[in-house]
T-cell receptor, first 116, second 111 residues
Framework: EAGVAQSPRYKIIEKRQSVAFWCNPISGHATLYWYQQILGQGPKLLIQ????????DSQLPKDRFSAERLKGVDSTLKIQPAKLEDSAVYLCASSPARGLAGVEQFFGPGTRLTVL | SQELEQSPQSLIVQEGKNLTINCTSSKTLYGLYWYKQKYGEGLIFLMM?????EEKSHEKITAKLDEKKQQSSLHITASQPSHAGIYLCGADTGANSKLTFGKGITLSVRP
């Protein structure tokens, strides 16, 4: 079974530029998550999708971050414009179901973003 | 909001030694997940605990959730260099299966 795919793996940009990350979850997984992991910290949830609807985006900085999951499969996370403090690893995860305790989240390899 | 504290912050052990790391929650846990992360990579699922007093093992790794469901420990027996990495605990907050993570514990195993 193929895992969660993310691209690119690495990205370096100047501050105020825009950047987009792509995620392809495990086939059949209804729930998709985007996390931000700053060096030395645990992952922080940015947004959670159930199919193509948003379940939780309470920690997404909506003035500069946006995400979509068209057709309930692939997802894109965008930052516009980027700030220095956005330097982090952006992790995508998927799981088969929402709202059930004990459901494992499967993580992709992440995209490491450096903002100069 | 739920907070997770992991201890120690980092750990260096000699190959072959046993070790234990901990995760303490500020609130009762609905579910506690242990993940391992290699630098620059994604998270690999290790184990999930739900019931108070529950204990699970996989190969040389054993995880326990205490009776009050506010603390979990992860024990590695006869550590190997392959065990090195960052160990993260994640708590199921009970809302939409959203996970809150601790800061992680960096484990180094000296050959």
């Amino acid at each position: 079974e193929a895992g969660v795919a993310q691209s690119p793996r690495y990205k370096i940009i100047e501050k105020r530029q825009s950047v987009a990350f792509w995620c392809n979850p495990i086939s059949g997984h209804a729930t998709l998550y985007w996390y931000q992991q700053i060096l030395g910290q645990g992952p922080k949830l940015l947004i959670q999708f159930q199919n193509n609807g948003v379940v939780d985006d309470s920690q997404l900085p909506k003035d500069r971050f946006s995400a979509e999951r068209l057709k309930g499969v692939d997802s894109t996370l965008k930052i516009q414009p980027a700030k220095l403090e956005d330097s982090a690893v952006y992790l995508c995860a998927s799981s088969p179901a929402r709202g059930l305790a004990g459901v494992e989240q499967f993580f992709g390899p992440g995209t490491r973003l450096t903002v100069l | 909001s739920q907070e997770l504290e992991q201890s120690p912050q980092s750990l260096i052990v000699q190959e072959g030694k046993n070790l234990t790391i901990n995760c303490t929650s500020s609130k009762t846990l609905y579910g506690l997940y242990w993940y391992k992360q290699k630098y620059g990579e994604g998270l690999i699922f290790l184990m999930m605990l739900q019931k108070g007093g529950e204990e699970k093992s996989h190969e040389k790794i054993t995880a326990k959730l205490d009776e009050k469901k506010q603390q979990s420990s992860l024990h590695i027996t006869a550590s190997q260099p392959s065990h090195a990495g960052i160990y993260l605990c994640g708590a199921d907050t009970g809302a939409n299966s959203k996970l809150t993570f601790g800061k992680g514990i960096t484990l180094s195993v000296r050959p």
